[in-house]
């Protein structure tokens, strides 16, 4: 009889190496591996034939980069979505586009299951599994993690040398790392404590550290339209070569470095180092051009619902109603978000350095000290101040008056 078929969310790292040989002791699957490529860059290299001696039938290797970027990244981008203030969601919005391909993929060849390598304690396990409960409810989902007795990374590497499966990692270094063409995070090992401070020069990836930087700031341009990001320094890109340049840019510079203590969706808080220059530069320039073309009011509830886009985001929830309503919220307020932002870089410092748009809401006339009677008259302020006071002074009235009765 053929056997029954399982997806695996495959990486090449140390949990998804032994989770092929986990699969075929335990439920006698035929496994077939899926590696989405969101830009790991040289992780992808070699991964089928480490996949095939680890058990595996088949891999797939699906470039998903320019459907990440133009689908998942920019949307986010646009919402102006900050996970408590810091986190700029790298591996949150990495997980639904995969999760999707991994639903497109067991359609394909007939699978009965999806497995990852998320933790039990983690958010990832939430955020594959709630894509796959919004795409294909049928599937069944295995979390080897919530079932085996591994309990850590150092039993992983104990499982792995006993069967002779070729892992990527040492106990000497055990960061947990995910590595997108968005940012790179960095967890566990000394970081697990928040009082060390990161090592820098053993840490990073993408960032050189802002100390080591060049002494002479970095000016870039970037152009929008309609809320997305077009053009570097002038030089139409698309949108992989176009983060891809930033990161380049940035991480030269020490920008888009963070280290966050932040709150899990299980419960538990975390530490960790990340790493996102190219994106912390989108941020703000988009962050820039929008001070110049949104009114007050619009800026004011796109910042509340900012605050609820990166929770969904961050929740797993990309694939709800409420989601793909706030985009559409977040897309109208987009369309005069057109023109370009100057920035300076300089030791891990981003500085707004000039913007202009054909939709500026800046109007110099106005906003000059200089006469502008024809548009705004001093005089008109009195009046309005009077109305926009009128409820404090009713108030100070009554108060005065409460105080003469009383005594």
């Known amino acids: 009889m053929e056997k029954e078929k399982v997806i695996l969310a495959y990486s090449g790292g140390l949990d998804t190496s032994i989770i092929i040989s986990w699969l075929k002791e335990n439920y006698g699957y035929d496994v077939i591996c899926v590696c989405g490529d969101v830009g790991q860059g040289k992780e992808t290299e070699g991964l089928e034939e480490r996949a095939l001696k680890s058990g595996a ?29 810091k986190y700029l969601l790298g591996t949150s919005h990495a997980r639904p586009i995969i999760a999707k391909r991994l639903v497109e993929i067991a359609r394909k060849e ?27 409810p049928d599937l069944k989902i295995i979390a080897p993690w919530r079932i085996w007795d591994i309990k850590s990374r150092e039993d992983a590497i104990d499982y792995a040398e006993a069967r002779g499966i070729e892992i990527p990692v040492t106990k000497s270094d055990l960061y947990s790392r995910d590595r997108n063409i968005w940012h790179i995070s960095h967890e566990g090992m000394d970081l697990e404590d928040p009082a060390n401070m990161p090592q820098y020069d053993n840490l990073l990836k993408l960032t050189v550290p802002p100390m080591k930087t060049p002494d002479e700031p970095k000016y870039v341009t970037i152009n929008f339209e309609k809320g997305v990001p077009v053009a570097v320094d002038g030089e139409k890109l698309g949108p992989v070569q176009l983060v891809e340049k930033l990161n380049e840019i940035g991480g030269a510079y020490g920008v888009g470095l963070v280290d966050i203590v932040e709150d899990r969706l299980v419960g538990m808080k975390s530490r960790g180092v990340y790493e996102t220059p190219g994106g912390s530069i989108l941020y703000a320039a988009h962050k820039e051009l929008e001070y110049l073309c949104l009114d007050r009011q619009t800026q004011s509830f796109k910042a509340q619902a900012a605050v609820k886009f990166s929770e969904l985001v961050y929740d797993g929830n990309w694939f709800t109603p409420l989601r793909e309503a706030l985009s559409a919220f977040v897309d109208s307020t987009q369309e005069t978000v057109t023109g370009e932002v100057r920035l300076m870089l300089y030791k891990g410092s981003i500085t707004p350095a000039g913007a202009k748009s054909p939709y500026s809401l800046y109007n110099e006339d106005i906003a000059s000290f200089g006469d502008s009677k024809d548009l705004y008259s001093h005089k008109d302020a009195e009046g309005f101040i009077n109305l926009f006071g009128l409820p404090l002074k009713v108030r100070a009235m009554m108060l005065e008056k409460a105080n003469k009765e009383n005594k």
Request: charged share 25%; hydrophobic share 40%.
């Open 57 to 85: 039938s088949k891999l797939y290797l699906e470039d998903l980069r320019e459907e990440y970027v133009r689908d998942f990244i920019f949307p986010t981008l646009k919402a102006g979505a900050v996970y408590e203030g």
């Open 110 to 136: 007939g699978a009965v299951a999806i497995c990852h390598g998320a933790t039990g304690k983690g958010n990832d396990q939430v955020r594959f599994e709630l894509t796959v409960k919004a795409l294909a």
